[in-house]
Each structure stands twice: as structure tokens, then as C-alpha cells.
């Protein structure tokens, strides 16, 4: 009997410790902050939860979330996890900018304890594009803003940069930031695209690529504005243009448009680089009546530009080798074609004679002394002799190698 009492004792002081004993619950305040898109976990712990107490979640605009671990409102994005016993974490899930505001985790107790708990939410940043420029062709000389229009929590900035065919592939900072690019004054080489990039600290960036063309009448060079070849044989035409955008390429002679495939001419179209394209005419077997003038003809929506060269005969240079007879030396004197001893080319060599014959000369003779101390006359001005310091002796046959030139090259 004194067991029972004890026991019943034991257990009525147990009823009485649980009845007085506290909730102990943290109520410091939480500070949550998530990016949108993910899953936020708002905590709440209480320990030595009385059977009388119950557990509630209290939304920013002061609506019942549940009601211990059972979800009152009609959202399926939102529940009550608990991994442990003593946890009352609320869960949203694929947060969303919206879900920002304070949350309360309350006992009913009296008075009523709370412990509140912010939810801060990010946002990437992002590019509005129905607000933004597009791509655009604009002439040469005029001005735009590039518009680039970007929302994001917090607020992003912006940064301009340049990939463009005249700079490496990994662009120029234009060191401009905001969202309007101002391009003033534009020239062709302000052709290219131009990125945008927002940028809040929230992964990822935001970027944008808009393409600025630059449009500009053609612009003709020629390598060369004559060219000479010889009868019977192909030459080839050279017309480099370059516009913005490119348009129509022809060549003409006497006001007309030269086929592009014939047996007797071919053109052939070659991209230099972007804005610049070669047009070649090749011409076949020669005759005369393809000598004269060639005009290569170039247009586009803004204008034509067109450039005239000249294609005339050519005359090859011919030369032969010749053996000259014997040489005397009479007095110091050489009978023979010589420069003159004050000819920066003159030079001699062994036994050997260097003959120079140009496309004009006076017949006669010209005496004159030469350094080495022997005199000479030159019958053709402008051409030489020459020995091994005055060795030569009378009668001594010489073996002369004389290179004769003749030069003939005249327009027709």
C-alpha cells in the first residue's frame, strides 16, 4: 500500500512540474534573404512545447498560414517542415518576389509570444527586351541611342561594350554605364556590335548584343591604273570597293557592261573583309582591240563611285650576247664605247669589256683621260670600256662578253 501511495505521489508532482514549466522559445528576430527562384526556410524553434500551446504562422499581411504543421491558406508552394521535433520551419518554395515581407511564428500563450522573421528576396537581373534597341543601320555622319532597358532587385547597373571587326574578339569597354549608349558624329569604323551587360551581384549577368550597321556610298581603288601586256597572252583587272552595304559591281568599256562569263572575259568576286570586295576581269588571248580604257562601275542606295584604268601593249626587252673583235692600245688610247671616267658604274675586270647601247646618241667620237692615266674615245655616248688598269697590251685578242640592251617600251 505505501508503494501505491508513493507512486501516485511521484506522478501527480510530475503533472505539476509539466503544468508550470515554460516554452522555451527563441524570439530573436531572423533577417532571410534568398534569390528568387529558390526555396526559402523561415525558422522557428520552440522547446518544451506545453500540450495546451499551439504553433501558428502569420503571413506580411497578417493572414493564417497554419496551424501547427497543417497549412490553412490554398497555396501548395507553402508548408511547415519539421526535421526535428522542435522545429516549426516555414518553407516556400520557387519564392518569388511577392513572398518579401516579415513573417511571424506566435505560441498562443498569454500574452502571446512572437518571433518574427523578414524574408528579403533578390532578383537577377534581366534585360526588358520589348523596351530595349534593336538591331539598326544608321548612315554615316547621323547620331543614335543604343537603349538597353534592365529591371532587377536591387537595381543594376549597366556597362557598354564594343565587339567590332576592327578590335579583338573579346570587345572594348567603352567606359559608359547607364542604360542609353550615346553614339555621335558615326563613322564606319563605329560599325560593330555593341553589348550591354546589368549586372546587381545576383547570378547571372544579363547581357544584350545589338548590331549598329553604318551605311556609306562605295568607295573605289584600283591597284593599278595602267597595266601593260603583251599580245596573245590573259591579264587580270583588279576593282577593290568598299561600302556599307555593298550593292551592284560591274565592268564597263565604251558604256557598256562586260559580260561576267564569256569565252573572252570572266569576272570573279573576292570578299577582302566585311565592307570591302574585289572584282577581277580576266581577259583572254589578247588581241588589239582589247587595248584601251576600262571603267569599273560600283553602287548602293546612297550612291556610285566609279574608277577608269588603262590596259596597253607591252613591249618585252630583248637582249643578246655578242663576241667584239681584237682591241689595240696604241699611246694609252682605246678606240672603243665608254661611259666616261666619271660614271659611277664604271668598272673593269680582266680581259673583259661591258657594252651598254641606250635608245639614244650622238655619232662621234669624244676624247677623255681615264683615272688610271690612259685616254679613251667613245663613239656612242653613255656607253664603256673597260680593262685591267691599263694592262692591255697591243695586239692581245680579248674575249669580250658585251651585254646589249635595248629598251623599247611605248604606249600605244
Request: proline share 6%; glycine share 6%; charged share 25%.
Amino acid at each position: 500500500m505505501e508503494v501505491v501511495v508513493a507512486l501516485l505521489c511521484t506522478f501527480c508532482s510530475v503533472l505539476a512540474m509539466m503544468k508550470t514549466t515554460k516554452n522555451v522559445f527563441d524570439v530573436t528576430p531572423v533577417n532571410v534573404t534568398v534569390t528568387a527562384g529558390e526555396t526559402a526556410i523561415l525558422p522557428c524553434t520552440v522547446e518544451k512545447l506545453r500540450e495546451n500551446n499551439t504553433i501558428i504562422w502569420m503571413n506580411p499581411n497578417s493572414i493564417l498560414i497554419s496551424n501547427e504543421d497543417r497549412r490553412i491558406i490554398d497555396n501548395m508552394r507553402i508548408s511547415v517542415e519539421r526535421p526535428y521535433t522542435k522545429d516549426w520551419n516555414l518553407h516556400i518554395r520557387e519564392v518569388r518576389y511577392s513572398d518579401k515581407g516579415q513573417y511571424t511564428c506566435q505560441i498562443n500563450t498569454k500574452p502571446v509570444r512572437i518571433k518574427r522573421v523578414f524574408l528579403d528576396i533578390q532578383v537577377p537581373s534581366k534585360i526588358i527586351e520589348e523596351l530595349s534597341s534593336k538591331d539598326m543601320n544608321i548612315e554615316e555622319g547621323s547620331s543614335v541611342d543604343v537603349v538597353c532597358n534592365v529591371t532587377g532587385i536591387p537595381e543594376p547597373s549597366v556597362m557598354w561594350f564594343r565587339k567590332t571587326k576592327y578590335l579583338p574578339p573579346d570587345g572594348e569597354n567603352l567606359q559608359s554605364k547607364g542604360s542609353i549608349l550615346e553614339l555621335r558624329n558615326v563613322t564606319r569604323y563605329d560599325e560593330g556590335t555593341y553589348q550591354c551587360l546589368a549586372y546587381n551581384g545576383v547570378a547571372p549577368a544579363a547581357t544584350k548584343d545589338i548590331h549598329i550597321g553604318v551605311l556609306y556610298p562605295p568607295e573605289i581603288k584600283l591597284r593599278n591604273t595602267r597595266l601593260g601586256q603583251d599580245l596573245g597572252r590573259e591579264t587580270i583587272l583588279e576593282c577593290l570597293v568598299t561600302a556599307g552595304p555593298q550593292g551592284t559591281i560591274m565592268w564597263h568599256r565604251d558604256g557598256k557592261a562586260l559580260p561576267t562569263n564569256s569565252w573572252k572575259y570572266r569576272t570573279e568576286l573576292y570578299e577582302e573583309n566585311l565592307d570591302t570586295d574585289t572584282l577581277s576581269l580576266r581577259i583572254r588571248n589578247l588581241d588589239r582591240s582589247d587595248y584601251g580604257h576600262y571603267t569599273c562601275k560600283a553602287s548602293n542606295i546612297l550612291g556610285e563611285d566609279e574608277k577608269r584604268m588603262e590596259l596597253y601593249e607591252y613591249h618585252t626587252i630583248t637582249t643578246r650576247l655578242v663576241t667584239t673583235p681584237n682591241l689595240e692600245k696604241d699611246n694609252n688610247v682605246i678606240v672603243g664605247p665608254i661611259h666616261g671616267p666619271d660614271d659611277p658604274n664604271f668598272r673593269s675586270s680582266s680581259d673583259r669589256v661591258k657594252a651598254e647601247f641606250p635608245l639614244e646618241g650622238a655619232i662621234g667620237t669624244q676624247p677623255g683621260k681615264h683615272p688610271r692615266g690612259y685616254t679613251y674615245r667613245t663613239p656612242i655616248p653613255g656607253t664603256y670600256f673597260g680593262n685591267s688598269g691599263g694592262k692591255l697590251r697591243r695586239g692581245t685578242p680579248i674575249n669580250i662578253v658585251l651585254a646589249i640592251i635595248l629598251y623599247s617600251a611605248f604606249s600605244r
